[in-house]
């Protein structure tokens, strides 16, 4: 990933643009990868209820599930909707802001053909998008029943949710009594915790402008495409035990060893380094269900 030419949002912006025009196939690989790990984990999928929290845009994960005969519904704080029309960007513009908008809308007419014929490539089979399910709402207010899923997926929103709490809440409500989650979220205190898109390939492509860790240093570069909550990965365990039996948390690959001087690991020593070489983690859990605590 190139370094960012020109300071600022502007920047950034130029920089995703670039990294999106030259980058389809791979990100479509990274989905696909993503998808098979999460069914080689959790088993066949074919005919269960899986709601996914904060689809994006793309909908990439809940239009893989889709397409593989689960019964899935993808949830988002933007209109995903597929198809172009422009009611759908006057109310992501109200609803989300001008620059939201903007960005959903170069998405539709630069990026989305290409990235859906580099998924279904890489899927090696045709997408289904006739009768998917994406929905715009606010993830701690679902518009489902009780008891409705058998499993809860995400891939790297936790990070930017702001009452977490709420959110495990709410999934403990709609996910059936012995259902579980397969959430990963993205760590924040990595060294691509700070989602500038600079460190998107950490050890292969390392930024020579960005400094490694800057979200957790001097902050030189602060603009990124989106708020982060700032958590930690010890911040996530009480919150979900609050709602849910953890069942497996593991992490995800290591990144950003060689990058990790002496002399930057003392400017973090309030960090482990376990928390700042571990890119995520990802979260298998059952939810308490009031029934379940009553019998115990």
Not at 67 to 90: K, L, M
Not at 91 to 117: D, K, M
Not at 203 to 213: E, Y
């Amino acid at each position: 990933m190139p370094d960012p030419l020109v300071p600022g949002r502007f920047g950034l912006y130029l920089s995703m643009l670039h990294y999106g025009l030259t980058s389809n196939a791979e990100f479509a690989r990274e989905h696909c990868e993503f998808f098979h790990r999460l069914v080689d984990y959790t088993g066949d999928i074919a005919g269960k209820r899986i709601l996914e929290i904060g689809c994006g845009k793309s909908y990439w994960l809940t239009l893989l599930l889709h397409t593989h005969g689960a019964i899935a519904s993808g949830v988002d704080t933007e209109n995903v909707e597929p198809g172009f029309g422009w009611q759908r960007f006057a109310e992501i513009w109200r609803h989300n802001g001008p620059e939201r908008a903007l960005r959903t809308l170069v998405w539709s007419v630069v990026f989305a053909r290409p990235y859906y014929r580099a998924l279904a490539k890489a899927a090696g089979r045709p997408l289904r998008f006739d009768g998917i399910d994406v929905r715009r709402t606010t993830p701690d207010r679902l518009d489902f029943d009780d008891d409705t899923f058998d499993l809860v997926v995400s891939h790297e929103v936790f990070e930017h949710i702001a009452d977490v709490d709420a959110v495990a809440k709410e999934l403990q409500r709609v996910m059936k009594p012995g259902a579980r989650t397969y959430i990963y979220v993205h760590n924040y205190t990595s060294v691509s915790g700070g989602h500038h898109i600079a460190w998107k390939h950490v050890d292969t492509r390392p930024s020579h402008k960005v400094p490694p860790w800057d979200h957790l240093r001097a902050q030189r570069y602060p603009f990124i495409p989106s708020w982060l909550n700032t958590m930690r990965e010890q911040d996530y365990r009480p919150i979900m035990e609050r709602y849910f039996e953890i069942l497996d948390w593991f992490p995800t690959r290591e990144e950003g060893r060689a990058l990790l001087t002496p002399k930057i690991r003392a400017e973090l020593s309030r960090y482990t380094e376990d928390e700042l070489l571990r890119q995520g983690f990802v979260i298998v859990a059952t939810p308490r269900k009031q029934t379940a605590l009553a019998d115990a």
